[in-house]
């Protein structure tokens, strides 16, 4: 299909306009967040969960995990699972390693905790650019695109901004944005 897919990282900038124009637009997301900059406002998320929204794990305080032990990894994962489960009601089954940095010792913790899928990206999404994973700066079918809970404080722009661009450059290239999740 021609289909990409928006993803967004961490939970830190909580935009209510991001949430009124997903759901005017209907454009699906697929959320993955970390707890300590999430946990303030659960109720953001839950909002954004009620409107389709699929929400995923990022860990607990977004550590580069090989790093750590493979304890110090199960830690990190399996709490913001059993957090995530108890905040939206429902245990997630895709879990990003924050910076895309993993390990078999990861991957041994993200299944043990009810994980399945460990998506990554290819596109990264700003409201005032896309960094391209592939020399032809073009998206391609399945592409996942990143992007982060931001405010203008760290971008040039709003989180609204950052969907307009990414909502232009699919359509002028053919793609429908779909949620992950879907096609998984």
């Known amino acids: 299909d021609k289909v990409v897919f928006l993803t967004i990282d961490d939970g830190a900038h909580k935009d209510p306009k991001l949430l009124e124009m997903l759901r005017e637009l209907d454009i699906p997301v ?9 946990r303030d406002d659960y109720d ?6 009620d409107d389709g929204w699929g929400i995923h794990n990022h860990t607990v305080n977004h550590r580069e995990l090989p790093a750590l032990s493979a304890a110090g990894q199960k830690k990190e994962i399996c709490t913001q699972q059993d957090t ?3 905040e939206m009601g429902e245990r997630p089954t895709l879990f990003r390693p924050p910076y895309g940095a993993y390990d078999r010792d990861t991957l041994r913790a993200a299944a043990s905790c009810g994980v399945e899928v460990v998506p990554l990206w290819a596109e ?4 005032d650019r896309i960094e391209w994973g592939r020399e032809d700066e073009k998206l391609h079918p399945g592409d996942i695109i990143l992007t982060h809970f931001r405010g203008e404080k760290e971008w040039k722009g709003t989180m609204p901004d ?6 232009n450059t699919a359509t002028a290239q053919g793609f429908a944005i779909a949620r992950l ?3 998984l």
């Open 30 to 38: 697929s959320a993955f967040l970390s707890d300590y900059v999430a």
């Open 44 to 49: 953001y998320f839950r909002a954004a969960r």
């Open 84 to 86: 995530l489960e108890e």
């Open 124 to 127: 990264e999404a700003f409201p």
């Open 162 to 167: 950052m969907i307009r661009r990414v909502v």
């Open 181 to 183: 999740e879907d096609y």
